[in-house]
């Protein structure tokens, strides 16, 4: 199927979705080569068949971003605050513009 890399398998999952694994084992290639197939699809390793990392291309997104969408206490608060607005609801945009509306300074003569 021409994957790119040699230690690759592919398996069908979902249907007839496609998806690159490696067994971490028998991950010989550099880092390098297995980044540039991510583009396409993803790269799943796995230990002893079992997922256990992957290998995602991200676009649109800083170090930020991905470090904290998988933080624990970041998705806690995140939940925190979702679960707070359900329950004591929360201010329209128009009213959160209002309030973060710098005021107006008066002349002084």
Not at 32 to 49: L, M
């Amino acid at each position: 199927m021409g994957l790119g890399f040699k230690d690759a398998h592919v398996r069908l999952t979902m249907g007839n979705e496609v998806m690159k694994t490696v067994e971490v084992t028998k991950a010989t290639q550099p880092l390098a080569d297995y980044t540039k197939k991510v583009k396409k699809e993803p790269v799943i390793i796995t230990r002893e068949g079992k997922p256990v990392a992957a290998l995602i291309s991200i676009s649109n997104a800083d170090i930020e971003t991905v470090s904290l969408g998988d933080n624990p206490k970041f998705l806690a608060l995140i939940e925190r605050s979702r679960a707070r607005r359900k329950a004591e609801g929360g201010i329209s945009a128009e009213e959160m513009l209002h309030r973060l509306e710098k005021p107006k300074r008066s002349k002084i003569m």
